[in-house]
């Protein structure tokens, strides 16, 4: 994105509408950050700090994602495991460069949005700044109507979903397999977690095999109807956004 080219065709479309406002997609938008629109208000929205989700990522027990990404399954098998192996020196270098380049967000736009309001602080705390806000995520409650009643102690089920090729779904179900479940199972023993998504890895599904708590759908056709016997939408978000 940091290329002559490229700032030259942004700059030809800002100037060709003249905007009152622009929004710019996370960090990486930062090099097209210009003064082509001056009266227009700058806002970068940084959707989490990235220093934090790669620090995360790090200290998770899960393999970082590889290199190549989405398309890694069309590399030979010797390049993914390279890949794989440098996943976590470049992780380490990144989460260092960014942790110094993030306080200088607020200075550089107008206005800088983050979901989480515990890291729209650490912002705040990092830069001095006070233009950086919190816009949380909201998931529009399309599982239930307001008239359907859950039954205490019986409609206990909860659901998370997620492409489990995604390291953050991956690091979010980990979390929920080591520290939440146990924790609901005690008080409530009949609580299952059904768990919604493609791709799951096989070293996920033979953990989780046989654990009378969790239950793993894969895909479903129609999630509404698959995650409607449910009385709970578990979404935590350990990093990422989405």
Not at 81 to 97: F, I
Not at 109 to 137: K, Y
Not at 141 to 156: E, F, K, T, W
């Amino acid at each position: 994105m940091n290329t002559a080219g490229v700032r030259r065709a942004v700059s030809r479309v800002i100037g060709s509408y003249s905007p009152d406002v622009i929004i710019y997609d996370t960090l990486r938008a930062l090099p097209l950050h210009g003064r082509d629109a001056p009266r227009a208000v700058q806002i970068l929205d940084m959707d989490d700090l990235f220093s934090s989700r790669y620090e995360r990522m790090l200290s998770s027990k899960q393999t970082p994602p590889s290199l190549l990404g989405n398309v890694g399954h069309r590399f030979p098998r010797i390049a993914r495991a390279l890949a794989q192996g440098a996943a976590r020196t470049l992780l380490r270098h990144e989460a260092r460069t960014l942790k110094a380049l993030e306080p200088s967000a607020p200075r550089i736009f107008d206005h800088v949005v983050l979901f989480s309001s515990v890291e729209a602080q650490v912002l705040r705390a990092r830069s001095g700044a006070s233009n950086v806000h919190c816009i949380p995520q909201f998931v529009p409650a399309l599982m239930r109507n307001g008239n359907d009643d859950v039954v205490p102690g019986i409609d206990v089920d909860a659901f998370f979903s997620g492409d489990f090729r995604y390291a953050a779904n991956q690091m979010s179900l980990a979390w929920l397999v080591d520290e939440i479940v146990p924790r609901i199972s005690q008080s409530l023993p009949a609580f299952r977690l059904h768990v919604f998504g493609p791709r799951m890895p096989g070293v996920w599904l033979n953990r989780l095999q046989g654990n009378p708590h969790i239950i793993v759908h894969g895909f479903v056709d129609d999630l509404r109807e698959a995650a409607s016997r449910c009385g709970v939408c578990l979404a935590p978000v350990r990093a990422g956004s989405g």
